[in-house]
């Protein structure tokens, strides 16, 4: 069965960092394109990284410099490195397994980023 | 890049049909076969309902089908029931190799 747990949300002043984490099961995470996607509340969705079977990664302009995703092969886990966390930056982070049609998703973790 | 723009609500009655659209550019919707629509309810994560505009997943049902014309990609609901009620999202594949989301649609069954 294919599953997806993030973990490693928490609540984090402004300028702090933090790193989520995607354990998978059910497939391996270097022969799968994966995604973070996040949703501020009350709000719609937002693309935030993708990483390429191959290593490539892409990241939205809003993130770019502050964030960066990586894969652990060995714990078939995925990455989110966040720094220079900002309020704004407060969002439900989704992992999802795909990148052009993040399919499969996880059940998410809370970041909040307050003073 | 601004979000794709979709209706914030749409409502309908049991056994009806209701569309959502989902306007872009073209570099976006226009430019490429990759939109899909996301179904989320409360509290939950969203799931794949459509994907390369009009394919349907295994699993979900037919009831739900997508098109695109130009920039506008579109998410039709028929035979509208209950559990239909929910969060709606559209995203697509950019020219920045990137990808954008929508604002989301509330979907109410009356």
């Known amino acids: 069965e294919v599953q997806l747990v993030e973990s490693g949300g928490d609540l984090v002043q402004p300028g702090g960092s933090l790193r989520l984490s995607c354990a998978a099961s059910?497939?391996?995470?270097?022969?799968?394109?994966m995604s973070w996607v996040r949703q501020a509340p009350g709000k719609g969705l937002e693309w935030v990284s993708f990483?390429?079977?191959?290593?490539?990664?892409y990241y939205a302009d809003s993130v770019k410099g502050r964030f960066t995703i990586s894969r652990d092969n060995s714990k078939n886990t995925l990455y989110l490195q966040m720094n220079s966390l900002r309020a704004e930056d407060t969002a439900v982070y989704y992992c999802?397994?795909?990148?052009?049609?993040?399919?499969?998703w996880g059940q998410g973790t809370l970041v909040t980023v307050s003073s | 890049q601004s979000a794709l723009t979709q209706p914030a609500s749409v409502s309908g009655s049991p056994g009806q049909s209701i569309t959502i659209s989902c306007t872009g550019t073209?570099?976006?919707?226009?430019?490429?076969?990759?939109v899909s629509w996301y179904q989320q309810h409360p509290g939950k994560a969203p799931k794949l309902m459509i994907y390369?505009?009009?394919k349907r997943p295994s699993g979900v049902s037919n009831r739900f089908s997508g098109s695109k014309s130009g920039n506008t990609a579109s998410l039709t609901i028929s035979g509208l029931q209950a559990e239909d009620e929910a969060d709606y999202h559209c995203?697509?594949?950019?020219?920045?190799?990137?990808?954008?989301f929508g604002g989301g649609t509330k979907v109410t069954v009356l």
């Open positions: 999802a397994r795909g990148q052009v049609t993040p399919g499969f």
């Open positions: 059910g497939f391996t995470v270097s022969s799968s394109h």
């Open positions: 990483i390429y079977i191959g290593g490539t990664t």
């Open positions: 073209s570099s976006d919707v226009g430019g490429y076969n990759y």
């Open positions: 390369d505009v009009s």
């Open positions: 995203s697509s594949y950019t020219s920045s190799s990137t990808l954008i």
